[in-house]
C-alpha cells in the first residue's frame, strides 16, 4: 500500500509560481507512473501530468504544458510540480497519484489506472 501527501498548495497572484510535492511512503513500485490530477469546482478530475518512474518520461496536459514541469527525488520518494505564470483557471485541488504498475504512454491521462492517491492541495490564484 502506497500512501501519498501532497503539500505546497496556497494563495499566490496571477503570474506567480508554485511547486507542490507529494512524498510517497510504503511500496513504491519501480514500474509504475505518478501523476498529478486536478479537480476545480463543480468540474470533473483532469490530468496535469505524469512521470513514469522507470523511464523518466514526462507527460504534459497540453493546456499547461508550457508552464509546468515535473521532477522527483528517489532519494526523497518525492514528486514534484513546478507551476509558473499561474492563472485563475489553474485553482483546483491538486491531487497526485500513482499506479499499480506500468501505464502505456496512451494511457498514462487515464485517472481509472491510477490506485492511489493523496488527499489533495488546494491552489487558489488570486487576480
Known amino acids: 500500500q502506497v500512501r501519498l501527501a501532497e503539500s505546497g498548495g496556497g494563495l499566490v497572484q496571477v503570474g506567480g509560481s508554485l511547486r507542490l510535492s507529494c512524498a510517497a511512503s510504503?511500496?513504491?513500485?519501480?514500474?509504475?507512473?505518478m501523476a498529478w490530477f486536478r479537480q476545480a469546482p463543480g468540474k470533473s478530475r483532469e490530468f496535469v501530468g505524469a512521470?513514469?518512474?522507470?523511464?523518466?518520461?514526462?507527460y504534459y496536459a497540453d493546456s499547461v504544458k508550457d508552464r509546468i514541469s515535473i521532477s522527483r527525488d528517489n532519494a526523497e520518494n518525492t514528486m514534484y510540480l513546478q507551476m509558473n505564470s499561474l492563472k485563475p483557471e489553474d485553482r483546483a485541488v491538486y491531487y497526485c497519484?500513482?499506479?499499480?504498475?506500468?501505464?502505456?504512454?496512451?494511457?498514462?491521462?487515464?485517472?481509472?489506472?491510477?490506485?492511489?492517491w493523496g488527499q489533495g492541495t488546494q491552489v487558489t490564484v488570486s487576480s
Open positions: 497519484a500513482t499506479s499499480g504498475g506500468p501505464v502505456s504512454s496512451l494511457a498514462v491521462r487515464d485517472r481509472r489506472l491510477y490506485d492511489s
Open positions: 510504503g511500496r513504491t513500485l519501480s514500474s509504475s507512473a
Open positions: 512521470i513514469a518512474l522507470s523511464s523518466g518520461n514526462r
